[in-house]
């Protein structure tokens, strides 16, 4: 956990994977066939899980609670990547882009992870892999399918397109790997971009805060 | 057997299955009565779907879209019987959004408030379980085994939801008005969700045994087991006639029947934004069914 | 493709239909037959079989043209030879009626 405060690398965590699980919920009940949405639903459901465990960890250290991390906070103190900001529905091809990105690099974030000094931290980061195997045996078999089906240049464009973005879930001394990972499975140059790093929020950010904190603001200092 | 016979051996308690021989007639009531059942539960998704976004804490957000996740659930598993029956769910798919089949009263109303989620999933649940549980008689065998799953699992989102209202009924005044406010609101809706007191004598599902709980039964049964519970919270009811009679029987202001037949008509006040919504999601996505889907040439 | 689903509910139980989906391979089939009837738990083993692949057989009766009574229950008078034998074993030992002493099962007298 290098130099920074494990709080504030915790809540890297917790803000990516609260924020994929809302925006992966937005397909529940309209995702592309029945089957499906229930399969995606379940995913969502495992990344807030994963959120709140990262948030329970940061709370014991500032001395708060998960909700109040995740919903009272002010648009510029979350900080996630701008990759699990973006709002994608009604588009699946960049829906399964982005799952697989994320959960490529989430992979290899996680394992880092598990090496951690902090035993609390290494143990979640163990506890949430045997979770997280089931996205990414997910997000192959979905990014596979679509890639020998006859839609294989629209997902392509689509990981294209958020593979900049994608760079920007994780520190630089993980992108190499990354970068290889993605690279020989697609067997397609990765286009060369700027990525889009953590600490400026991209347009979909505010529109999803706003939503997401409205009932939590309605009545201030409630229980729900 | 003919029609008559297959309505007597029913009527005695027997059973068909998936691959029997059957009269058109109780092919067409089948399809026609849980078609109609699995465009509720995928319309039911759309009003909780968007508190998903909204709910305002981790483990309600977690409870609500495992809610939703069910009631999807729920569609695939009745549109699959209907599908065994000689209806491709596309085929159901393309009526529900063009509008020639029908779905659940309930579904056509907006939700305005988190005190909305509560009380869906407490009582428009609630009022959905009498009427499944009953079903778990029906005379078609697939269908009737399917339902003990969904009532399993429905029987959670009751949970969830009394416990969504009792959480605002313990906060603050606002809250509670909240509540009181949704209760009011879907009071209407839920007196009329088992429908109107027909003669079973004249309903074909009642000959065929697809259905064999009369709508009153269903609207006493609801009113006995969740009206104390209701009143109980301090929460009021918008019917200065209900009570209990002394025989038992639940007394109440004659429903909206009107408003019934015009809501079930495709004419609710928030029908034509969920169809349109239905409609929409469904194109932007007919690629991938295409792509995934069609048999390998 | 429409997969046919069979749950165990818990170890040792036989397995039985939970239901159908569509899906578009056999690893699809296996995802979504986990969602639907593995996520509260409520199975311990899952078997997923396409549908094609289920022969169903509407007639599953052997044809009983001659009389088989000795696949049944009723084509055997167990109780009537046993008490015969127990008389005959008793005579022969020139002991008194055994009921009580000697061990005797009456599992298979119908």
């Known amino acids: ?88 529905v009604p588009d699946w091809a960049r829906t399964i882009a982005r799952h697989w990105l994320y959960e490529t690099a989430d992979a290899i974030r996680v394992t880092a992870l598990e090496e951690s000094s902090s035993s609390e931290v290494a ?38 397109e958020l593979w900049p973005y994608s760079l920007g879930i994780l520190p630089d001394s993980q992108r190499e790997e990354f970068r290889a990972t993605v690279g020989e499975t697609l067997g397609l140059p990765l286009p060369d971009a700027e990525p889009f790093e953590r600490g400026v929020h991209t347009d979909d950010f505010f529109p999803l805060w706003e939503e997401m904190t409205s009932v939590r603001r309605s009545v201030a200092g409630a229980s729900w | 057997m003919n029609e008559a016979e297959l309505q007597a051996y029913l009527q005695d308690g027997g059973q068909v299955e998936t691959g029997d021989p059957m009269p058109e007639a109780y092919r067409k009531a089948l399809i026609k009565f849980i078609e109609m059942h699995g465009n509720s539960e995928l319309m039911g998704v759309l009003p909780e779907r968007e508190w998903i976004l909204r709910a305002p804490t981790l483990q309600r957000k977690l409870a609500l879209t495992s809610k939703v996740q069910d009631e999807v659930g729920h569609a695939q598993l009745i549109y699959r019987v209907v ?43 609630a009022a959905a379980i009498i009427s499944q549980k009953a079903l778990l008689k029906c005379s078609y065998a697939p269908y009737a085994r399917i339902m003990k799953k969904i009532c399993w699992e429905e029987s959670f989102h009751i949970l969830h939801g009394r416990d969504v209202v009792l959480a605002m009924m313990t906060g603050t005044e ?95 006040p928030a029908t034509e934004r969920r169809l349109g919504f239905r409609r929409m999601s469904r194109e932007e996505t007919a690629w991938v069914r295409r792509a995934v889907l069609a048999p390998a040439a | 493709m429409i997969y046919e689903v069979f749950r165990q509910e818990r170890e040792g139980q036989p397995f039985q239909h939970g239901g ?21 738990n409520e199975s311990v083993a899952l078997w997923i079989v396409p549908r094609e692949a289920v022969r169903e057989v509407d007639d599953p009766y052997v044809a009983d043209v001659f009389d088989r009574d000795y696949r049944r229950v009723d084509g055997y008078s167990i109780k009537v030879k046993l008490k015969e034998a127990r008389e005959l074993a008793a005579k022969s030992a020139g002991a008194p009626s055994a009921d009580e002493s000697r061990p005797h099962s009456d599992a298979e007298s119908g």
């Open chain 1, 1 to 88: 956990m290098s130099d920074r405060s494990t709080a504030e690398r915790l809540l890297e965590l917790a803000d990516d994977e609260l924020l994929i699980g809302w925006r992966n919920s937005e397909w529940t009940g309209i995702a592309p066939f029945l089957e499906e949405d229930v399969a995606f639903s379940s995913i969502a459901q495992g990344e807030i899980g994963h959120a709140r465990a990262f948030y329970e960890l940061a709370a014991q250290e500032l001395g708060t609670d998960a909700d109040t991390l995740a919903f009272d906070r002010e648009p510029e103190e979350y900080r996630s990547a701008p990759l699990v900001e973006l709002r994608l």
């Open chain 1, 123 to 160: 143990g979640l980061a163990a506890k949430i892999e045997r979770e997280e195997a089931y996205h990414r045996m997910h997000a192959d078999m979905w990014a596979e399918r679509l890639r020998e089906s006859a839609e294989r240049k629209r997902f392509e464009a689509a990981v294209e």
């Open chain 2, 83 to 125: 599908e065994d029956l000689g209806k491709p769910r596309e085929a159901c798919l393309d009526d529900l959004v063009a509008g020639k089949t029908k779905f659940h009263n309930v579904f056509h109303y907006p939700t305005k408030t988190w005190g909305d989620v509560g009380v869906i999933a407490w009582l428009v649940d």
């Open chain 2, 174 to 268: 606002e809250q509670r008005e909240l509540v009181q406010e949704a209760l009011d609101r879907w009071w209407g809706p839920l007196m009329q969700f088992h429908g109107n007191p027909i003669p079973a004598d004249d309903d074909p599902m009642f000959q065929w045994r697809i259905k064999s709980q009369a709508n009153e039964d269903a609207r006493q049964q609801f009113l006995d087991g969740y009206v104390p519970q209701v009143w109980e919270l301090g929460l009021t009811l918008p019917d200065p006639a209900l009570r209990k009679g002394e025989d038992g029987v639940w007394e109440y202001t004659e429903p909206d029947w009107d408003e019934l037949k015009h809501v079930v008509t495709g004419h609710g």
């Open chain 3, 20 to 40: 159908s989906l569509e899906a578009p391979d056999l690893a699809f089939a296996e995802a979504y037959a986990r969602e639907f009837y593995g996520r509260r």
